[in-house]
């Protein structure tokens, strides 16, 4: 995945890189490459991270034995899909009270789970890639360098390229599902 992914972004790149040649805009090439390489740090260090915290909680959710947990209890008030579901009367609506009592294992696990997202979210690849843009932006502006549209055109590389990759797998996966 990151390799076809490193591809598309390389081939756009080497696009922008072609048109600021030809252009004979070396601020422009300058501003797209740095803008670039700081969005692609960004970018492969947020999924980095991001995969890193889903693994983790894939391992810690299958050590467990509660395999019917909160969020289930929540969907299926009646236990209607656990191994031992009761019978009970379903023509019932929930209270206010039902209601409150069911998001409050929710309420209380918030701090956690901002805790185990924040694994992903403060990456050392994902900081270094903003202060890497940071650090660029402000070289640019002190030497008299930066052109914000080309500037911005880099940065807009990875999303793009991100797009079409989005695109092109959704369309891969369609196929495969409808043979």
């Keep these: 995945m990151i390799k ?5 972004f390389a081939i756009v ?5 072609v048109f ?10 300058l501003n797209t490459q740095i803008a670039f390489f700081s969005s692609l740090i960004v970018t492969i260090g947020s999924y980095l991270g991001y995969q890193k915290n889903v693994q983790n909680r894939v391992e810690n959710h299958v050590n467990e034995d509660d395999s019917y947990d ?10 209607l899909y656990s191994p031992e579901a009761p019978q009970l009367e379903i023509n019932e609506a929930p209270t206010k009270e039902e209601i409150k009592e069911a998001m409050k294992p929710i309420k209380q696990n918030h701090f956690a789970n901002f805790k185990s997202g924040f694994a992903g979210m403060a990456s050392l690849y994902r900081i270094f890639g903003y202060v890497g843009l940071v650090i660029g932006f402000f070289y640019l502006n002190n030497n ?22 989005s695109i092109s797998l959704k369309k891969e996966y369609n196929t495969k599902e409808n043979v």
Aim: charged share 20%; hydrophobic share 45%; net charge negative.
């Design 4 to 8: 076809k992914s490193l591809k598309i």
């Design 20 to 29: 600021c040649l030809l252009s004979a805009h070396t601020d422009w090439l």
């Design 70 to 79: 909160e969020v289930d209890k929540m969907d299926d008030k009646y236990d």
């Design 144 to 165: 008299g360098y930066l052109h914000i549209y080309s500037y911005v055109l880099g940065f807009l590389i990875v999303p793009i390229s991100s797009l079409i990759i």
């Design 13 to 17: 790149d080497l696009g922008v890189i």
